[in-house]
């Protein structure tokens, strides 16, 4: 069983940056691909990046990519999204999952879920 917590989200303003956590509680010998998705109110849930557990690679959505950092502390335990000069459209319940295999953009291929944490953005 895995459980996720997301935490440091908050309300800024726009160009501002925010840096997002989600404690792991896994098996250390399960080879799971963290992941970062949001929802915004009215949409549909959407990928934000994702990183793989061994060879930490990582993938980012087009609207993420030189802005959003996605990383992990596995002495710690943690995954986190570092998203700089962030935009009103950035504004959105951010969530931490997870899925034992390969990266995968769409959220159905996640197992496991953190409860989001919120980001607001004003301009």
């Known amino acids: 069983q895995v459980q996720l917590v997301e935490s440091g989200g908050g309300l800024v303003q726009a160009g501002d940056s925010l840096r997002l956590s989600c404690s792991v509680d896994a098996p250390t010998s399960s080879p799971y691909t963290m992941a970062w998705f949001r929802q915004a109110p009215g949409k549909e849930r959407e990928f934000v990046a994702a990183?793989?557990?061994?060879?930490?690679?990582?993938f980012y959505a087009d609207f993420a990519k030189g802005r959003f950092t996605i990383s992990k502390d596995n002495a710690k335990n943690a995954v986190y999204l570092l998203m700089n000069d962030l935009k009103p459209d950035d504004a959105a319940v951010y969530y931490c999952?997870?899925?034992?295999?390969?990266?995968?953009?769409?959220?159905?291929?996640?197992?496991?879920w953190g409860r989001g944490t919120q980001v607001t953005v004003s301009s």
């Open positions: 990183i793989a557990r061994i060879v930490l690679s990582t």
């Open positions: 999952a997870a899925r034992r295999g390969g990266n995968s953009p769409d959220a159905n291929d996640y197992d496991y």
